[in-house]
């Protein structure tokens, strides 16, 4: 493992860390209802698709560390929407 992966991987979990933990926190501490466990812990769904997509390459110009960082945040933005609007 090269050391540039290891930053990308690391960057990528800790943003879905942050994500999962800030969606957790929001449910726990404000008035947002809570959507369920499956869904809280849906953007682990972006990381567990970064592992398994991201191997062996080629990768396209839209497949970078950043891309798939802020798809774990959208995803979480997504869930708390969704628990506002259901």
Do not use: C, K
């Not at 540039?4 to 860390?17: I, L, W």
């Not at 501490?29 to 812990?41: I, K, M, Q, S």
């Not at 774990?72 to 997504?78: D, L, Y």
Request: charged share 15%; proline share 5%.
């Amino acid at each position: 493992m090269d050391l540039d992966d290891a930053r990308e991987d690391v960057t990528v979990a800790a943003t879905v860390a942050v994500a999962t933990v800030g969606v957790t926190l929001l449910v726990r501490f404000t008035a947002v209802p809570d959507p369920g466990t499956f869904h809280r812990l849906s953007p682990i769904a972006v990381y567990l698709a970064y592992l398994f997509t991201r191997r062996g390459g080629p990768y396209g110009e839209l497949d970078t560390t950043r891309n798939w960082a802020i798809l774990a945040v959208v995803v979480a933005v997504a869930t708390i929407a969704y628990a506002l609007l259901g």
